[in-house]
Protein backbone atom coordinates (compact mmCIF):
# COMPACT_ATOMS: atom_id res chain seq x y z
CA UNK A 1 0.00 0.00 0.00
CA UNK A 2 1.34 3.66 -0.80
CA UNK A 3 0.88 6.65 0.95
CA UNK A 4 -1.57 7.92 -2.22
CA UNK A 5 -3.40 4.56 -1.48
CA UNK A 6 -3.70 4.78 2.66
CA UNK A 7 -4.99 8.29 2.25
CA UNK A 8 -7.53 7.96 -0.62
CA UNK A 9 -8.79 5.10 2.22
CA UNK A 10 -8.62 7.58 4.84
CA UNK A 11 -10.78 10.52 2.57
CA UNK A 12 -13.65 11.08 4.54
CA UNK A 13 -11.92 10.75 7.81
CA UNK A 14 -9.83 13.49 6.18
CA UNK A 15 -13.01 15.30 4.86
CA UNK A 16 -14.66 15.57 8.16
CA UNK A 17 -11.62 16.52 9.92
CA UNK A 18 -11.24 19.29 7.27
CA UNK A 19 -14.31 20.48 7.87
CA UNK A 20 -14.15 20.41 12.21
CA UNK A 21 -11.04 22.21 12.03
CA UNK A 22 -12.70 25.08 9.48
CA UNK A 23 -15.49 25.54 11.42
CA UNK A 24 -13.31 25.72 14.31
CA UNK A 25 -11.12 28.57 12.98
CA UNK A 26 -14.12 30.44 12.07
CA UNK A 27 -15.51 30.36 15.37
CA UNK A 28 -12.07 31.16 16.67
CA UNK A 29 -11.86 34.28 14.42
CA UNK A 30 -15.62 35.71 15.35
CA UNK A 31 -14.15 35.25 18.69
CA UNK A 32 -11.94 37.82 17.95
CA UNK A 33 -14.12 40.83 17.00
CA UNK A 34 -16.81 38.81 19.66
CA UNK A 35 -16.16 37.17 23.00
CA UNK A 36 -16.60 33.50 22.73
CA UNK A 37 -18.98 32.50 25.74
CA UNK A 38 -19.38 29.17 26.86
CA UNK A 39 -22.66 28.30 24.27
CA UNK A 40 -20.29 29.31 21.39
CA UNK A 41 -17.74 26.62 22.98
CA UNK A 42 -20.67 24.32 23.53
CA UNK A 43 -21.53 24.70 19.62
CA UNK A 44 -18.29 24.08 18.43
CA UNK A 45 -18.32 20.75 20.00
CA UNK A 46 -22.05 19.56 19.48
CA UNK A 47 -20.88 20.64 15.31
CA UNK A 48 -17.59 18.53 15.75
CA UNK A 49 -19.51 15.50 17.25
CA UNK A 50 -22.34 15.46 14.52
CA UNK A 51 -19.58 15.54 11.76
CA UNK A 52 -17.87 12.69 13.76
CA UNK A 53 -21.30 10.63 13.53
CA UNK A 54 -22.44 11.00 10.39
CA UNK A 55 -18.58 10.04 9.16
CA UNK A 56 -19.03 6.98 11.61
CA UNK A 57 -22.69 6.47 10.15
CA UNK A 58 -21.29 6.59 6.32
CA UNK A 59 -18.31 4.18 7.11
CA UNK A 60 -20.54 1.75 8.62
CA UNK A 61 -23.37 1.31 5.81
CA UNK A 62 -20.84 1.39 2.96
CA UNK A 63 -18.25 -1.50 5.24
CA UNK A 64 -21.75 -3.03 6.48
CA UNK A 65 -22.62 -3.56 2.95
CA UNK A 66 -19.46 -4.81 1.82
CA UNK A 67 -19.20 -7.25 4.01
CA UNK A 68 -23.11 -8.36 4.06
CA UNK A 69 -22.60 -9.37 0.23
CA UNK A 70 -19.23 -10.83 1.26
CA UNK A 71 -20.71 -12.72 3.93
CA UNK A 72 -23.57 -13.92 1.24
CA UNK A 73 -21.27 -15.24 -1.45
CA UNK A 74 -18.70 -17.35 1.06
CA UNK A 75 -21.99 -19.68 1.65
CA UNK A 76 -21.87 -20.76 -1.30
CA UNK A 77 -20.29 -24.38 -1.67
CA UNK A 78 -16.83 -24.47 -3.09
CA UNK A 79 -14.23 -22.14 -3.70
CA UNK A 80 -16.13 -20.06 -7.09
CA UNK A 81 -17.13 -17.66 -4.77
CA UNK A 82 -14.02 -16.22 -4.87
CA UNK A 83 -14.56 -15.39 -8.43
CA UNK A 84 -17.78 -13.25 -7.16
CA UNK A 85 -16.02 -10.96 -4.89
CA UNK A 86 -17.65 -7.58 -4.37
CA UNK A 87 -15.68 -4.46 -5.68
CA UNK A 88 -13.49 -3.35 -3.12
CA UNK A 89 -13.97 0.04 -0.98
CA UNK A 90 -10.48 0.52 0.27
CA UNK A 91 -6.86 -0.22 -1.05
CA UNK A 92 -6.80 -2.47 2.07
CA UNK A 93 -9.61 -4.88 0.70
CA UNK A 94 -8.24 -4.70 -2.67
CA UNK A 95 -5.28 -6.62 -1.22
CA UNK A 96 -6.92 -9.22 -0.05
CA UNK A 97 -8.68 -9.55 -2.80
CA UNK A 98 -6.04 -10.08 -4.70
CA UNK A 99 -4.40 -12.51 -2.42
CA UNK A 100 -7.74 -15.00 -2.09
CA UNK A 101 -7.23 -14.73 -6.04
CA UNK A 102 -3.76 -15.77 -5.55
CA UNK A 103 -4.70 -18.74 -3.48
CA UNK A 104 -7.62 -19.42 -4.90
CA UNK A 105 -5.58 -20.16 -8.38
CA UNK A 106 -2.68 -22.01 -6.50
CA UNK A 107 -5.30 -24.51 -4.69
CA UNK A 108 -7.19 -24.78 -8.13
CA UNK A 109 -3.20 -25.81 -9.68
CA UNK A 110 -3.11 -27.99 -6.98
CA UNK A 111 -6.55 -30.00 -7.57
CA UNK A 112 -6.13 -30.39 -11.26
CA UNK A 113 -2.81 -31.98 -10.61
CA UNK A 114 -4.28 -34.13 -7.96
CA UNK A 115 -6.94 -35.10 -10.56
CA UNK A 116 -4.53 -35.57 -13.15
CA UNK A 117 -2.66 -37.67 -11.16
CA UNK A 118 -5.40 -40.07 -10.47
CA UNK A 119 -6.34 -40.69 -13.74
CA UNK A 120 -2.76 -41.29 -14.84
CA UNK A 121 -3.08 -43.64 -11.92
CA UNK A 122 -5.70 -45.23 -12.81
CA UNK A 123 -4.83 -46.04 -16.38
CA UNK A 124 -1.68 -46.93 -15.13
CA UNK A 125 -3.28 -50.04 -12.52
CA UNK A 126 -5.30 -50.54 -15.96
CA UNK A 127 -2.27 -51.29 -18.22
CA UNK A 128 -0.77 -53.36 -15.50
CA UNK A 129 -3.08 -55.60 -14.68
CA UNK A 130 -3.85 -56.09 -18.63
CA UNK A 131 0.17 -56.64 -18.85
CA UNK A 132 0.67 -58.89 -15.90
CA UNK A 133 -2.09 -61.15 -17.42
CA UNK A 134 -0.09 -61.81 -20.48
CA UNK A 135 2.99 -64.01 -18.37
CA UNK A 136 0.77 -65.32 -16.39
CA UNK A 137 -0.95 -66.74 -19.25
CA UNK A 138 1.84 -67.62 -20.86
CA UNK A 139 3.31 -69.69 -17.89
CA UNK A 140 0.55 -71.84 -17.21
CA UNK A 141 0.47 -72.77 -21.51
CA UNK A 142 4.38 -73.40 -21.05
CA UNK A 143 3.84 -76.12 -17.94
CA UNK A 144 0.51 -77.47 -19.57
CA UNK A 145 2.79 -78.48 -22.48
CA UNK A 146 5.39 -79.72 -20.67
CA UNK A 147 4.09 -81.96 -17.93
CA UNK A 148 5.36 -85.07 -19.84
CA UNK A 149 8.45 -83.48 -21.18
CA UNK A 150 10.42 -80.81 -18.60
CA UNK A 151 13.27 -79.53 -19.17
CA UNK A 152 15.77 -76.81 -18.86
CA UNK A 153 14.49 -74.84 -21.23
CA UNK A 154 11.01 -74.88 -20.52
CA UNK A 155 12.48 -74.00 -16.96
CA UNK A 156 14.15 -70.98 -18.38
CA UNK A 157 10.81 -70.26 -20.33
CA UNK A 158 9.24 -70.40 -17.00
CA UNK A 159 12.11 -67.80 -15.35
CA UNK A 160 11.24 -65.68 -18.10
CA UNK A 161 8.00 -65.33 -17.82
CA UNK A 162 8.50 -64.75 -13.98
CA UNK A 163 11.11 -62.24 -14.77
CA UNK A 164 8.57 -60.40 -16.87
CA UNK A 165 5.93 -60.29 -13.85
CA UNK A 166 8.57 -59.21 -11.61
CA UNK A 167 9.39 -55.90 -14.09
CA UNK A 168 5.73 -55.17 -13.42
CA UNK A 169 5.34 -55.54 -10.12
CA UNK A 170 9.05 -53.60 -9.67
CA UNK A 171 7.42 -50.68 -12.21
CA UNK A 172 4.55 -50.30 -10.32
CA UNK A 173 6.29 -49.87 -7.00
CA UNK A 174 9.08 -47.08 -8.56
CA UNK A 175 5.93 -45.55 -10.22
CA UNK A 176 4.17 -45.28 -6.96
CA UNK A 177 7.65 -43.77 -5.38
CA UNK A 178 8.76 -41.17 -8.26
CA UNK A 179 5.84 -37.88 -6.23
CA UNK A 180 8.36 -39.19 -3.05
CA UNK A 181 11.71 -39.45 -4.94
CA UNK A 182 12.90 -36.47 -1.76
CA UNK A 183 12.56 -39.02 0.81
CA UNK A 184 13.76 -42.29 -1.15
CA UNK A 185 17.23 -41.57 -2.38
CA UNK A 186 20.77 -41.32 -1.12
CA UNK A 187 23.57 -40.56 -3.35
CA UNK A 188 26.39 -42.41 -2.89
CA UNK A 189 29.84 -43.45 -4.68
CA UNK A 190 29.08 -46.72 -5.82
CA UNK A 191 30.69 -48.95 -8.93
CA UNK A 192 29.32 -48.73 -12.34
CA UNK A 193 30.03 -52.21 -13.24
CA UNK A 194 28.42 -53.75 -9.99
CA UNK A 195 25.09 -52.20 -11.03
CA UNK A 196 25.66 -53.65 -14.74
CA UNK A 197 25.93 -56.72 -13.66
CA UNK A 198 23.46 -56.97 -10.96
CA UNK A 199 21.06 -55.88 -14.41
CA UNK A 200 22.61 -58.68 -16.46
CA UNK A 201 21.73 -61.23 -13.24
CA UNK A 202 18.49 -60.18 -13.68
CA UNK A 203 18.01 -60.40 -17.24
CA UNK A 204 19.71 -63.92 -17.00
CA UNK A 205 17.01 -65.64 -18.64
CA UNK A 206 15.73 -63.40 -21.33
CA UNK A 207 19.39 -63.51 -22.46
CA UNK A 208 19.80 -67.13 -22.43
CA UNK A 209 16.11 -67.34 -24.16
CA UNK A 210 17.42 -65.46 -27.27
CA UNK A 211 20.99 -66.81 -26.85
CA UNK A 212 22.28 -63.27 -26.86
CA UNK A 213 25.89 -62.62 -26.89
CA UNK A 214 27.43 -59.88 -24.67
CA UNK A 215 29.90 -57.76 -25.02
CA UNK A 216 31.19 -55.75 -21.66
CA UNK A 217 33.83 -54.06 -21.01
CA UNK A 218 35.38 -50.58 -19.66
CA UNK A 219 32.59 -50.24 -16.68
CA UNK A 220 34.94 -50.15 -13.69
CA UNK A 221 34.05 -46.95 -12.80
CA UNK A 222 33.23 -44.87 -9.99
CA UNK A 223 30.12 -42.22 -10.20
CA UNK A 224 27.78 -40.81 -7.66
CA UNK A 225 24.24 -42.25 -8.04
CA UNK A 226 21.67 -44.02 -6.11
CA UNK A 227 22.27 -47.34 -6.37
CA UNK A 228 18.62 -49.06 -6.04
CA UNK A 229 17.27 -46.32 -8.70
CA UNK A 230 20.10 -46.62 -11.11
CA UNK A 231 19.65 -50.07 -10.99
CA UNK A 232 15.87 -50.00 -11.88
CA UNK A 233 17.01 -47.71 -14.69
CA UNK A 234 19.48 -50.02 -16.29
CA UNK A 235 17.30 -52.57 -15.86
CA UNK A 236 14.46 -50.87 -18.00
CA UNK A 237 17.39 -49.97 -20.68
CA UNK A 238 18.94 -53.40 -20.99
CA UNK A 239 15.39 -55.03 -20.83
CA UNK A 240 14.59 -53.03 -24.34
CA UNK A 241 17.35 -53.73 -25.67
CA UNK A 242 16.97 -57.61 -25.06
CA UNK A 243 13.39 -57.50 -26.12
CA UNK A 244 14.09 -55.26 -29.60
CA UNK A 245 17.37 -57.78 -30.34
CA UNK A 246 17.45 -60.42 -32.64
CA UNK A 247 18.06 -64.57 -31.87
CA UNK A 248 21.57 -65.29 -31.67
CA UNK A 249 22.16 -61.21 -31.39
CA UNK A 250 24.76 -59.31 -29.76
CA UNK A 251 24.51 -55.96 -27.47
CA UNK A 252 27.73 -54.41 -26.09
CA UNK A 253 27.42 -52.68 -22.46
CA UNK A 254 30.32 -49.88 -21.96
CA UNK A 255 31.71 -47.02 -20.48
CA UNK A 256 33.33 -44.03 -21.18
CA UNK A 257 35.26 -40.83 -20.12
CA UNK A 258 34.66 -37.24 -20.97
CA UNK A 259 35.98 -34.26 -19.77
CA UNK A 260 32.91 -33.52 -17.66
CA UNK A 261 30.95 -36.48 -17.62
CA UNK A 262 31.28 -40.41 -17.16
CA UNK A 263 28.70 -42.45 -19.54
CA UNK A 264 27.35 -45.90 -19.42
CA UNK A 265 26.19 -47.46 -23.01
CA UNK A 266 24.24 -50.16 -24.09
CA UNK A 267 24.14 -50.64 -27.62
CA UNK A 268 21.66 -53.31 -29.53
CA UNK A 269 21.75 -54.79 -32.91
CA UNK A 270 17.42 -54.78 -32.99
CA UNK A 271 15.04 -53.35 -35.18
CA UNK A 272 16.04 -49.81 -34.16
CA UNK A 273 13.87 -46.68 -33.59
CA UNK A 274 11.78 -44.90 -36.73
CA UNK A 275 13.12 -41.77 -36.94
CA UNK A 276 9.67 -40.21 -36.47
CA UNK A 277 9.60 -41.97 -32.94
CA UNK A 278 13.09 -41.00 -31.36
CA UNK A 279 11.39 -37.90 -30.35
CA UNK A 280 8.75 -39.63 -28.27
CA UNK A 281 10.38 -42.48 -26.81
CA UNK A 282 10.24 -40.90 -23.22
CA UNK A 283 6.56 -39.71 -23.30
CA UNK A 284 4.58 -41.04 -21.05
CA UNK A 285 3.15 -44.37 -22.79
CA UNK A 286 4.49 -44.12 -25.78
CA UNK A 287 5.24 -47.46 -27.82
CA UNK A 288 6.01 -46.42 -30.94
CA UNK A 289 5.72 -48.65 -34.41
CA UNK A 290 8.06 -51.69 -32.89
CA UNK A 291 6.40 -51.70 -29.16
CA UNK A 292 2.57 -51.71 -30.66
CA UNK A 293 4.00 -55.35 -32.03
CA UNK A 294 5.26 -56.41 -29.04
CA UNK A 295 2.73 -57.64 -26.53
CA UNK A 296 5.00 -56.61 -23.08
CA UNK A 297 5.23 -53.13 -24.25
CA UNK A 298 4.01 -50.56 -22.07
CA UNK A 299 6.05 -47.17 -22.91
CA UNK A 300 6.51 -46.67 -19.24
CA UNK A 301 10.30 -47.81 -18.83
CA UNK A 302 12.14 -45.59 -20.59
CA UNK A 303 9.36 -43.08 -19.39
CA UNK A 304 10.40 -43.65 -15.56
CA UNK A 305 13.38 -43.81 -16.16
CA UNK A 306 14.33 -40.79 -17.70
CA UNK A 307 12.12 -39.19 -14.81
CA UNK A 308 14.66 -41.14 -12.62
CA UNK A 309 17.52 -39.62 -14.08
CA UNK A 310 16.43 -36.16 -14.37
CA UNK A 311 15.65 -36.36 -10.50
CA UNK A 312 19.43 -37.88 -9.59
CA UNK A 313 21.07 -35.21 -12.25
CA UNK A 314 21.98 -37.61 -14.73
CA UNK A 315 20.71 -37.58 -18.27
CA UNK A 316 19.29 -40.67 -20.96
CA UNK A 317 20.30 -40.12 -24.77
CA UNK A 318 19.00 -42.16 -27.35
CA UNK A 319 19.73 -42.36 -30.65
CA UNK A 320 19.41 -45.46 -33.64
CA UNK A 321 19.50 -46.61 -37.15
CA UNK A 322 16.03 -47.95 -37.70
CA UNK A 323 16.67 -51.97 -38.44
CA UNK A 324 20.07 -51.25 -37.21
CA UNK A 325 20.28 -51.07 -33.51
CA UNK A 326 19.84 -48.44 -30.92
CA UNK A 327 22.22 -46.67 -28.65
CA UNK A 328 21.10 -45.54 -25.67
CA UNK A 329 23.81 -43.61 -23.31
CA UNK A 330 23.48 -42.71 -19.36
CA UNK A 331 25.05 -39.35 -18.92
CA UNK A 332 27.03 -39.26 -15.17
CA UNK A 333 27.99 -35.65 -14.66
CA UNK A 334 31.48 -35.48 -12.66
CA UNK A 335 31.92 -32.77 -10.29
CA UNK A 336 35.29 -33.53 -9.00
CA UNK A 337 38.44 -34.65 -10.89
CA UNK A 338 38.80 -38.25 -10.04
CA UNK A 339 38.39 -41.21 -12.57
CA UNK A 340 39.00 -44.57 -10.71
CA UNK A 341 39.32 -47.40 -12.79
Do not use: C
Not at 252 to 271: K, N, P, R, T
Not at 327 to 341: A, E, Q
Amino acid sequence: MTLKDYLADKKYLIFVYSITVLFTGIMIAIGESVAVNQSNGLYVVEVSLLLFIIYLAVDFILKNKYYQRLKKISDREGLDWVNSLPAPISSEQRIYNELLQKQYLAINKKLNEYQTKGIENREFITMWVHEIKTPIAVEKLIIENSLDHPSEEVLYSIMDEIDKIEDFVQMTLFYSRTDDFAQDYLINRINLKKVVNEGIKREFSSITNKKLKLQLKNLDWQIDSDEKWLGFMVKQILDNAIKYSVTDGEISIYGEAHEAEVILIIEDEGAGIKEEDIRRVFDKNFTGSNGRKSVTATGMGLYLSQKIARKLGHRITISSDSGKGTKVIIHFPVWNDFYDV
